[in-house]
Nanobody, 119 residues
Framework: QVQLVESGGGLVQPGGSLRLSCAAS????????MHWYRQAPGKQREVVAH???????NYADSVKGRFTNSRDNTKNTVSLQMNSLKPEKTAVYYC?????????????WGQGTQVTVSS
């Protein structure tokens, strides 16, 4: 059974920073693409950041220059450093990853971690 577990969410003041982490565990051969999504109340889930197995990154326009995505392939973890947070970025943040499990490509989601930006 493959699992993704996020951590690091919480309450932060506007302009503050948080670092989210996502750890993969279970039985799999490899992890290719990893994504961070967020879903604000009453809105659709949207992609925030993407990182390939080689470390190439892409970001949503709204977070470019403020968020940094990184991964440690030896520990099967991905992290999202979020700076200059704004109240409108309050959402549940989800980790998503593509796994190779016994020659089959499978997509898994974490359970999500709440990020609240408020004074």
């Amino acid at each position: 059974q493959v699992q993704l577990v996020e951590s690091g969410g919480g309450l932060v003041q506007p302009g503050g920073s948080l670092r989210l982490s996502c750890a993969a565990s279970g039985s799999f051969f490899s992890i290719s693409d990893m994504h961070w999504y967020r879903q604000a109340p009453g809105k659709q889930r949207e992609v925030v950041a993407h990182i390939t197995s080689g470390g190439s990154t892409n970001y949503a326009d709204s977070v470019k220059g403020r968020f940094t995505n990184s991964r440690d392939n030896t520990k099967n973890t991905v992290s999202l450093q979020m700076n200059s947070l704004k109240p409108e970025k309050t959402a549940v943040y989800y980790c998503n990853a593509q796994f190779l499990v016994r020659s089959e490509g499978l997509c898994y989601w974490g359970q999500g971690t709440q990020v609240t930006v408020s004074s």
